[in-house]
């Protein structure tokens, strides 16, 4: 099987830099630190209470699968933002799509790099992660739906930045864009739920549903816009969170915020739900930046013919 020659490229380039070591140390120093620290904080509580709360090592568990994520979440687009651009800026884009090289080759290499560094982090942090284990707590089980979050989120964030990268000549904006886009994602959606449950509870007040001594009225509701939360990859974690560290089940939290009965087809298999959406997205974004490197190749190629007319 031939391989993607701008993933070898990509692949040689970040081997022989200082920088794809850097990145490891860095991510690798700031999950250590939080885990020594909580490790840290329940052998002093040993000492002065003289009893094991086992319950601090599940939440050193959540502290560092969370920092995990929001590195994947904030490094992600960085690492793809610049990708396309940045050739466009260097002036080797035409050179690339002047060979026999495709845009589908471009784009997919350029993914496939930053994937393989996103899951190169994934994996040095997962024994981290994985220091639960000793006290028990969560199965192999619910470390891989832990890892197929992980791999979902840094897809559907470094698609999303090769998009714009493609969509946009300059790295600075494109980087800006990517970042402003899973803002919105991320937080844009909490805020329009926000919004529409105290809508939902102003409504309510005003038209008397509300509580009275001794009876149950309708509750202020987020309604149709919690379904929104599909393509928060946060939301997908912190679903996951709350089933593996036993609170509830996996949403329940989250619904019970919103006023949404956690019940229901797609509340039920919310977390598989969520990651298909996300990565159908991530695939759309991917045939969206081939869309806008495609036309370069044909003008380049036109442009060669005419040449070769003359």
């Not at 589908?104 to 982090?121: I, Y």
């Not at 300059?170 to 105290?198: E, H, P």
Request: proline share 3%; charged share 15%.
């Amino acid at each position: 099987m031939k391989r993607n020659p701008v993933f070898n490229r990509e692949m040689r380039v970040s081997s022989r830099s200082i920088r794809l070591p850097a990145i490891l140390a860095v991510f690798n120093g700031i999950l250590s630190l939080a885990a020594l620290l909580n490790m840290y904080a329940a052998v002093t509580q040993v000492r002065t209470s003289s009893a094991i709360q086992y319950s601090r090592f599940m939440d050193m568990y959540e502290l560092v699968a969370t920092i995990e994520f929001v590195l994947i979440i904030l490094l992600s687009p960085a690492v793809t933002a610049a990708s396309i651009s940045g050739e466009r800026e260097r002036q080797t884009l035409d050179l690339m799509l002047s060979t026999q090289m495709t845009a589908v080759q471009v784009v997919v290499g350029k993914l496939m790099s930053a994937l393989a560094t996103q899951f190169l982090l994934i994996i040095s942090g997962f024994p981290l992660v994985a220091m639960v284990f000793v006290y028990g707590g969560i199965t192999w089980g619910d470390a891989l739906e832990l890892l197929l979050c992980y791999v979902a989120s840094a897809f559907f964030a470094g698609s999303l930045g090769i998009c714009c990268s493609s969509v946009f000549k300059r790295s600075t904006i494109s980087t800006v864009v990517t970042y402003w886009i899973m803002t919105a994602v991320v937080g844009g959606t909490y805020f329009v739920n926000q919004f529409a449950l105290s809508m939902s509870s102003m409504s309510l007040q005003n038209s008397g549903l509300i509580y009275t001594m001794g009876q149950e009225a309708a509750l202020p509701s987020s309604g149709s816009v919690f379904y929104l939360f599909l393509l928060n990859p946060a939301v997908t974690f912190l679903g996951i969170m709350d089933g593996q560290a036993g609170r509830n089940t996996p949403m329940f939290e989250i619904c019970s915020r919103f006023g949404i009965a956690a019940e229901g087809f797609v509340i039920e298999h919310w977390i598989f739900i969520s990651i298909l959406i996300q990565i159908a997205l991530g695939a759309l974004f991917i045939l969206a930046a081939i869309r806008w490197v495609e036309p370069v190749k044909k003008k380049k190629k036109q442009r060669h013919e005419k040449r070769l007319g003359a």
